[in-house]
């Protein structure tokens, strides 16, 4: 009878329910309260499409019907099929080098090397994924979320200290702009400022962000250490525990890291270095990314004498694992179609333009910094948001006497800080590294709440030293 009258505890959505609701409620504003409207817009010299400011016009938008919305959902796999595809590649070739073994000997010499201190493994974890997103990687990453997740695991450590090596790492390396091309890049272009100008403030900008989100792993990783039923995932946590334990007693977790293993590892690491380069200078997007990786997974085929079939079998494998991630990516997208289709988006940047003329400008900043982040909610796309605003930040900067280069910082933190905490992203990160979006939500708040704060009073520290280089 007690178990009758207990109370069921909340239990949040699944990651694709969610996505749905944030469906239905573009699409309720597009069709109810946000009247249709656009901007003028003409192509620059650089044959980029660009915002005109100064010409906006209410339309009679297009109803988003009952056919139309759910269209949006094949028509949002379609196009962010390019992620899906990547995604898959490359989650099937590292799929291939997990089941050589390869990894898991490296991680169990590296745990020898630093005699058990494991924190180091976590610390350069961290730095590869926020190195990464320096460059603006972003989507390239994800691949890496379950295998690193996995690792974490085997270091002692729950499924969520992963996910947070990953996510924390991750959004300060993306938010700080340093060399990221979808955000500062463009937004650099759209304003006329040199492009990655202003680059060391920026890196001050990284070490804070960096120095916040590390802090928030190990606070974390310490937490559960002292008492695993703290950890968010504790049953699954004390299970693993038990096993760990079982294998050091059995002696199972013996490492045979061979010369095979090595020139495994030494190869993925000439991937992954070569990869950052081909981001950085060769221009490679996604189908670049996957191309290098199917190569990868085919010489490790030889390397290890996999036979075809097995090869395809483990690649298949791989590939499944990260299935319902690809779904997610597919979802979010059909939000933004269901956006362009109810032309809501530029009322929105309209409105955010009429509400900030004669304020002062410290409040304007804070007001735009809450607006970016507040609009990345329903458009994850950096790229996508800078070209609809910067145009209205910068004569709007202008008129008040704020720094380009300040409103280009505004934007890129008001973006990148939210990326894995709004449904958009952090569904599909919570789904790659294998935990509930809601557990996320309230382990990572506190962190992501010290990088929102410490992004704007570096904001207003930009503002008062006349950040530049105009």
Known sequence: MQTLNKKKAFQMPHVFAILFIIMLLVTLLSNFV????????????????????????????????????????????????????????????????????????????????????????????????????????????????????????????????????????????????????????????????????????????????????????????????????????????????????????????????????KLALILFLILILFTAYGCLKLGFGLGQFAALYVTYAIILAFIFRINVNDFCQIFTQGSSQVLGAAFAIGLARSVMILLDQGQIMDTLVYYMGNALEGKNIVLTLLLIYLFVTALNFLVVSGSGKAVMMMPIMSPLGKMLGINQQVMVLTYQLGDGLTNMLWPGGGLICCSLCGINYGAWLKMAWKTFAAMIFSGFVLIVIADAIGYGPF
């Open 34 to 261: 946000i009247p249709s409207g656009e901007f003028e817009r003409y192509m620059d010299e650089s044959g980029m499409e660009v915002v005109n400011p100064d010409n906006f016009q209410y339309v009679d938008g297009e109803k988003i019907s009952f056919m139309d919305f759910m269209t949006s959902i094949y028509t949002g796999f379609v196009e962010g099929a390019t992620i899906i595809a990547s995604l898959l590649i490359c989650s099937g070739s590292l799929a291939v080098l997990n089941s050589t073994g390869a990894l898991t000997s490296g991680v169990e010499k590296l745990t020898q090397v630093t005699k058990g201190k494991n924190a180091v493994a976590i610390v350069i974890f961290y730095i590869y994924f926020a190195g990464m997103n320096i460059m603006g990687a972003g989507e390239a990453c994800y691949p890496f979320f379950p295998i690193i997740t996995a690792i974490v695991m085997t270091l002692g450590y729950d499924r969520m200290m992963g996910a947070a090596t990953i996510m924390f790492g991750a959004t300060a390396g993306f938010a700080c702009g340093m060399v990221n091309m979808f955000t500062t890049g463009i937004s650099q272009q759209l304003v006329g400022l040199p492009m990655f100008s202003g680059i060391k403030y920026r890196f001050l900008v990284f070490l804070v962000l960096f120095t916040i989100g590390l802090i928030g792993v190990f606070l974390y990783g310490r937490k559960i250490k002292k008492d695993p039923t703290k950890s968010c995932v504790a049953d699954e946590y004390l299970e693993q525990l038990k096993k760990l334990e079982a294998e050091k007693d059995s002696g199972e977790a013996k490492n045979d890291f061979d010369l095979k293993k």
